[in-house]
Antibody
């Protein structure tokens, strides 16, 4: 059973870069799709983008200019970087194993506040 | 971009049937996925490919998808089913995964 654990700073200053890591256990980053999804307080889910292994990526066009998703097969983890953050980026950020079309295993999420 | 529309809330008494809809342009031509998110927890996939249930999801959860509306049906609703439910599709033209706005299911 795949297990995902997100981690990163809980507080980020406006205009700085948010950096999160998702450690994968019980499965391999290699040859799998991994998505990042976020959920602002009291709001719905927003898909940020995905990476295939440590290679190809697709991003939500609303965030594409500020987001980078990378994969490290040696550490079996995926990462999210989001630049120039504002208060609107305050959210719970989830990492999820992606069966290309949908997210079948989710991490517990990590809360990030921009302030 | 592709838009999925869900009712903000649905209420049902225990033991009754809850139906949560997800509307979208010709949504019946797409595969539909449903997630359950209980308060303070991460989402959990409950339906994939319109009507299939992942291992561990009760048979009380079922799905359908036709025309411009997809429906998640929860039979014999229990207090533990109270949660937010989100529909999701893959929008092939843009390779995006699109979520509906979510529906809060309240068990009376």
């Amino acid at each position: 059973q795949v297990h995902l654990q997100e981690s990163g700073p809980r507080l980020v200053k406006p205009s700085e870069t948010l950096s999160l890591t998702c450690v994968v256990s019980g499965g391999s980053v290699h040859n799998n799709y991994w998505s990042w999804i976020r959920q602002p307080p009291g709001k719905g889910l927003e898909w940020i983008g995905y990476i295939y292994g440590s290679g190809s990526t697709t991003y939500n066009p609303t965030l594409r200019s500020r987001v980078t998703i990378s994969g490290d097969t040696s550490k079996n983890q995926v990462s999210l970087k989001m630049s120039s953050v504002t208060a609107a980026d305050t959210a719970v950020y989830y990492c999820a194993k992606t069966n290309y079309y949908y997210m079948d295993v989710w991490g517990k999420g990590t809360t990030v506040a921009v302030s | 971009s592709y838009v999925l529309t869900q009712p903000p809330s649905v209420s049902v008494a225990p033991g009754q049937t809850a139906r949560i809809t997800c509307g979208g342009d010709n949504i019946g031509s797409k595969s539909l996925y449903w997630y359950q998110q209980k308060s303070g927890q991460a989402p959990v996939l409950v339906i994939y490919d319109d009507r299939d249930r992942p291992s561990g999801i009760p048979e009380r959860f079922s799905g359908s998808n036709s025309g411009n509306t997809a429906t998640l049906t929860i039979s014999r609703v229990e207090a533990g089913d109270e949660a937010d439910y989100y529909c999701q599709v893959w929008h092939g033209a843009t390779d995006l995964r699109v979520f509906g706005g979510g529906t809060k299911l309240t068990v009376l």
